[in-house]
């Protein structure tokens, strides 16, 4: 029993597309995908961080290579999937990982700002997708697609987060829409909605003089019934679950992971 367990959510002979997977969580989702036996493609703007990532896979025997890819440039993205079909094997999991923040009130935000949320975050989401999603009905082999969103395409932030969120709440929208489009051919299309998670971006925030980082952080908690920030470890479970036979039923589905912040009513207190 235990082994048919562990073979729901084996990997091996899959291959895994991982954008924006130099750093943070794009990076620990690599790692956790390539220990279920994937083979993993690294993909960044960020050069020096996709050749770490990739050899530290590599050094544990298992098969990556790293492509340098703007998601804000279509061209790039299909050339992209040419190599990997080429040099790996075409992808038969992608992770829509990439994501940015300009912070800016609605009021105040320029056309220019707006464009390079919704290009890098929506735009190269359908995109990959797209790219993603031709060849695995191609194939006949089905597929699978996990987009990295987040509580804010759920509910609304605040604090000038406004082009992001427009982009989150869109992915969430374009992962039903594909579920649906693609469920005929054994695609499935899911999900993840983190909370806010240890990363580059978080750490940019309490390093900023304009805030004060133990409010700051005080303040996140008091919307997190599991009192505790996210780690980017946090989301590789839900990932490999998403990517794997064990959630072979799913499909369409936006799943918090947001140590309960989704669940708490605005008017309600973890500490009552
Ligand atoms: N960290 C959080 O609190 C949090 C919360 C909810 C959702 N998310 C989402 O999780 C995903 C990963 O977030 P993170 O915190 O690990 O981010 P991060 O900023 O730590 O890492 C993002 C990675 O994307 C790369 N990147 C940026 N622009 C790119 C582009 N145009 N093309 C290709 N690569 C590009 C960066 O080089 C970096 O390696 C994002 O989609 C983000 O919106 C993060």
Known sequence: ??????????????????????TGIGKEIAFGLARQGADIVV???DLD???????????????????????AEPKQIHEMFIEIDRSIGMVNILINNVGIIVRQHPEEMTVEEWEKVI???LTGTFLCSQEA?????????????ISISSIAGWTALGRGNFAYSVSKGAI?????????????????????????VRTTYLQRLTEDPNFDADSLIHDILKGIP????????DIVGPVVFLASDAAAFITGALIPVDGGNTALNAGGSKDW
């Open 1 to 22: 029993m235990p082994s048919q367990q562990h073979e729901l959510f084996d990997l091996s002979g899959q291959v895994a597309l991982v954008t924006g997977a130099a």
């Open 43 to 45: 993909s960044d703007i």
């Open 49 to 71: 961080g996709i050749r770490s990532v990739v050899e530290t896979i590599q050094s544990e025997g298992r098969r990556a290579i790293g492509i340098q890819c703007d998601n």
């Open 119 to 121: 290009k890098v975050n």
């Open 133 to 145: 999603g031709k060849r695995m009905i191609a194939a006949g082999g089905g597929g699978c697609i």
């Open 172 to 196: 969430n929208q374009l992962t039903r829409e594909l579920a649906v489009e693609w469920a005929k051919y054994g695609i499935r299309v899911n999900a993840i909605l983190p909370a806010q």
């Open 226 to 233: 599991l009192n505790r920030i996210g780690e980017p470890s």
